[in-house]
């Protein structure tokens, strides 16, 4: 309790920092947002699949900056955080190198050189990795064996391999005469091998981006989750249409010590948002929107928790 009031003391006037972090080819690039004074627990915030950035915006038609607001709820409660640009993603663009040869465990390595860098500039032995959508993808992957992961908040995690979860999304997205062959390009890849274009999907399944769609559909969920043996944290919306709250049921079912958070009302993005899909998905374009209340406080009170 002596912990949560401080937080809101030290909370008054955080300071925002533009980070580079050393990498090749060229440096990565964050921003690091600590509240006043020394933070009671430090925080990377990995953003979710596609080109998004820090803020958890995209130029596929994301807009309401719900991962700044995040880290703005977090210092509030004393909580530094550390939200980044992927390689390849908006200032991150340079160290991107060849898309064809980004994996999921290159953002995970990058994850945990963030995890440490945060860690060092808050003075905490070590930091929290906070995951959205695939980003709680990448935190499971990084923080495997990680001494500088204090533990894991997953928050609109894919509970199952990528490939199942693609399937249900393209069952509602594609005609009927466009599954067939995206199926069937699935099953390919979760093989191991790349396929050529297929009409109508090639943003989805271009052949620079299928040695990343690979090493993803190689990524077992259940089972990073079911291996993890730190703190963590399950956090899902009651109206997430994109990826369903059943996800999260299932990484709580092979980790039993996880604490699962229900937001209710709330989609993909965490924000308020009604349950029918026209109207859950037109929050994406809404710049207005507000990270659902609920949200950071329960961030926070799990990060902040004694153990």
């Known amino acids: 309790m002596l912990n949560l009031l401080f937080a809101g003391a030290l909370a008054a006037n955080p300071t925002s920092t533009d980070v580079a972090l050393p990498s090749q080819p060229t440096p990565l690039h964050g921003t690091l947002l600590a509240p006043e004074g020394q933070p009671l627990a430090a925080a990377v915030i990995i953003p979710g699949s596609g080109p998004t950035d820090r803020d958890g915006n995209s130029p596929l038609g994301v807009r309401g900056g719900v991962l700044r607001q995040l880290a703005e709820g977090l210092a509030d409660r004393g909580v530094a955080t550390l939200r980044i640009d992927k390689r390849g993603i908006a200032q991150s663009a340079p160290a991107g190198f060849d898309e064809s040869k980004l994996s999921i465990d290159i953002y995970a390595a990058d994850a945990r050189a963030w995890a440490a860098e945060v860690a060092a500039r808050a003075g905490r032995p070590c930091a929290w990795l906070i995951g959205h959508s695939e980003g709680a993808l990448v935190a499971l992957v990084a923080a495997q064996d990680d001494d500088k992961v204090c533990g894991l908040v997953l928050l609109s995690p894919v509970g199952r391999k990528l490939g199942d979860e693609l399937r249900a999304q393209l069952s509602n997205a594609l005609p009927e005469t466009m599954k067939g062959p995206a199926f069937a390009a699935l099953s390919e890849m979760e093989a191991g091998n790349t396929v050529a274009n297929i009409p109508g999907l090639e943003s989805l399944f271009r052949p620079s981006v299928q040695p990343f769609l690979i090493s993803v559909l190689n990524k077992d969920p259940e089972a990073l989750a079911a291996a993890y043996d730190g703190a963590l944290m399950l956090g899902h919306g009651s109206h997430d249409v994109q990826v369903t709250p059943d996800n999260t049921d299932r990484l709580a079912a092979t980790q039993p010590r996880a604490t699962r958070v229900i937001f209710e009302g709330v989609n993909h993005l965490l ?36 153990r």
């Open 271 to 306: 924000v308020q948002a009604p349950a029918d899909r026209a109207g859950n998905l037109a929050t994406y374009a809404d710049p207005n929107v507000k990270l659902d209340a609920a949200v950071a406080p329960a961030v926070a009170d799990f990060i902040l928790a004694d």
